[in-house]
């Protein structure tokens, strides 16, 4: 233990700078990898735009018919990009993300090779919710989870995999993610505010939430980071003394950027664009 700390600092010194390549075009790349309202338009004719446009906007039920245009749509436009696998992508109580990987590739009834994504794949899976803990309220073959599209997230690549936001439920409707929540409060909000904003202007339709994020991260050396339990167990420090006068000196406002940190906040921003975040 005495030497992990040395060890993670020599590996520091040995690092090198990765070399990112950074396009000036920057409205060019935004949302490029997102199967956002424009990519709806250029794949669906105009009744199946429209009928999606309102179950997005008005809450209203989808087609199984609806369903299997948007999969094909939805799969011809991921493959196009590279893709191979499509996943539904949530927020289980965990505090992380969870994915189940599904290829597009399957075999047809005489053992060919075809590709297939249809609306009941897009619209529901079934994890294996027993990955998760329970603290031993149930047996393992009781764990029941569903995870569900949520058509008002547009699905986004992230590497080779479609990844198509859901909702995480239990087989009886308990909220088992931290979406679900968020939808419910979201609807909420939305049918009070519309009613007060009514009083002022009676052409208002919909309220929308909106989230202002905190622009400022941390930046720490792997190595480092893999040094500090508390760091891994907590996701913060627990032990250790404070910065000179409290985070007061030139490296840590207003002074010059390291390559590293530069080169990783070029890529950040970088990956940030192609997936629609401004």
């Known amino acids: 233990m005495n030497s992990l700390r040395f060890e993670a600092l020599n590996s520091l010194v040995k690092n090198n700078t990765l070399n990112v390549s950074v396009e000036s075009d920057s409205e060019a790349q935004f949302a490029q990898n997102v199967f956002n309202d424009l990519a709806l338009q250029r794949s669906l004719n105009q009744q199946a735009y429209d009928e999606i446009s309102k179950a997005i906007f008005k809450g209203s039920k989808i087609s199984r018919a609806l369903a299997d245009q948007i999969a094909a749509a939805m ?111 979201s609807s909420a909000l939305d049918k009070a505010a519309t009613d007060v904003a009514k009083y002022f202007d009676k052409n208002t339709q919909k309220v929308y939430a909106t989230l202002g994020w905190e622009q400022e991260y941390f930046l720490i050396d792997r190595s480092l980071a893999a040094s500090r339990p508390d760091l891994i167990l907590t996701g913060r420090t627990l ?36 997936l629609g975040i401004p």
């Open 75 to 185: 799969r011809s436009w991921a493959r196009a990009k590279g893709a191979t696998h499509y996943t539904h992508w949530f927020q289980p109580l965990t505090g992380t993300t969870a994915e189940k990987h599904e290829s597009f590739f399957d075999l047809s009834d005489n053992s060919t090779a075809i590709e297939r994504f249809d609306g009941s794949q897009l619209v529901q899976q079934d994890p294996d919710a027993s990955s998760f803990p329970s603290g031993g309220i149930r047996n393992t073959f009781e764990a029941r989870g569903y995870s569900a599209w949520d058509p008002t997230s547009p699905a986004f690549i992230y590497g080779k995999t479609l990844c198509i936001p859901t909702i995480f439920v239990s087989y009886t409707g308990e909220a088992l993610d931290y979406k679900t929540p968020l939808l419910r409060s």
């Open 239 to 274: 032990m250790g003394h404070e910065s000179s006068k409290g985070q007061q000196l030139n490296d840590h406002y207003f002074g010059s950027i390291p390559r590293r940190a530069l080169a990783f906040m070029q890529e950040l921003e970088h990956q940030s664009l192609i």
